[in-house]
């Protein structure tokens, strides 16, 4: 085999939903202050006995399911997250427990926002290496348990929940090579230090580095994988802030893409935001099977990531 394609998503997020105008009543706020200056609408926010590990399991679960296949093949799962709790078992070996598969490498990675750009290209390197011909990837998190809920600038923007994708040998790679980086000196942009947090961030540092820098980073992106920005047939970027996305997507030239603006429902889930932005356009139809689309992720670190797949 010379590389591994996606076959099946699946996503999961928490039946609370927590818009603006109930933000409003914790903290000095409102719907249009929030709307105009990140377009998030609401956001799901996990029940206090809502883990990490079960949200990661339920979508895994979910996508295990549409990908037909028996659990028990899988040998290599991959959790991307920076919100767990407990360290030891990971949530991968969680996740393995919960499904009750085999014996898989289980590996949790904590790359925050580019999380699950990151996992997906180790899966697909162990894919490419023989090290794993079926590969589980999962991007989740509780960003809820670290959140100042007094702290406006802050906590308007995030949510919770998990995305997942189950990756297969194939001998038409599908998933392009990985463009990734960081940027030491803005290495305490995006931050969530010692046992409590709180989650805090440079947000317009990341703003101006994102709406600057990301498009020609995007452009190699699509150069790697041999194609033009115009034969996209979508764009799923870390959901951060709708004034990133939008402007981005316009910059690369993306004309034909579907752009993903799950941040709208969603807000800012971190590692789970790609998976869980592309499983709910896969689940409606939105992008062609088949069609090339570009995942970026940007976050704590500051770092970066980026690949074109084949939508399944």
């Given at each position: 085999m010379t590389g591994s394609r996606v076959v099946a998503l699946g996503h999961y997020q928490p039946e609370r939903v927590l818009t603006n105008d109930e933000l409003a009543t914790m903290v000095e706020t409102n719907d249009e202050w929030i709307q105009s200056r990140v377009g998030i609408r609401e956001r799901r926010i996990a029940a206090p006995d809502e883990s990490v590990d079960e949200m990661a399991w339920r979508a895994a679960d979910k996508a295990v399911a549409n990908a037909g296949i028996d659990s028990s093949e899988i040998d290599y799962v991959v959790v991307a997250t920076c919100t767990a709790i407990d360290r030891s078992p990971n949530i991968a070996a969680r996740v393995a427990a919960r499904l009750g598969l085999g014996n898989p490498a289980a590996i949790d990675l904590n790359t925050a926002c580019s999380g699950f750009a990151y996992a997906m290209a180790t899966a697909d390197q162990a894919i490419r290496a023989g090290a794993a011909s079926k590969a589980l990837v999962i991007g989740v998190e509780k960003l809820s348990d670290w959140t100042d809920w007094t702290d406006r600038t802050t906590c308007v923007l995030i949510g919770d929940g998990a995305g997942a994708a189950v990756l297969v040998a194939s001998e038409e790679p599908e998933i392009s090579p990985v463009v990734w980086g960081s940027v030491p000196e803005m290495s305490d942009a995006v931050r969530i230090e010692g046992r409590e947090g709180p989650f805090e961030q440079a947000g317009l540092s990341v703003f101006r580095w994102a709406t600057t820098q990301l498009p020609?980073?995007?452009?190699?992106?699509?150069?790697?994988?041999?194609?033009?920005?115009?034969?996209?047939?979508?764009?799923?970027?870390?959901?951060?802030?709708?004034?990133?996305?939008?402007?981005?997507?316009?910059?690369?030239?993306?004309?034909?893409?579907?752009?993903?603006?799950?941040?709208?429902?969603?807000?800012?889930?971190?590692?789970?935001?790609?998976?869980?932005?592309?499983?709910?356009?896969?689940?409606?139809?939105?992008?062609?099977?088949?069609?090339?689309?570009?995942?970026?992720?940007?976050?704590?670190?500051?770092?970066?990531?980026g690949q074109v797949i084949r939508c399944p």
């Open positions: 020609e980073i995007a452009q190699r992106v699509c150069e790697k994988a041999g194609l033009k920005p115009e034969d996209l047939g979508g764009v799923v970027l870390h959901q951060a802030n709708l004034r990133i996305i939008e402007p981005l997507a316009k910059r690369l030239g993306a004309v034909n893409a579907v752009v993903a603006k799950d941040v709208v429902e969603s807000g800012n889930t971190s590692a789970a935001s790609i998976p869980i932005a592309l499983s709910k356009l896969v689940e409606k139809r939105e992008i062609p099977s088949g069609a090339p689309v570009l995942l970026f992720g940007f976050g704590g670190g500051l770092s970066y990531a």
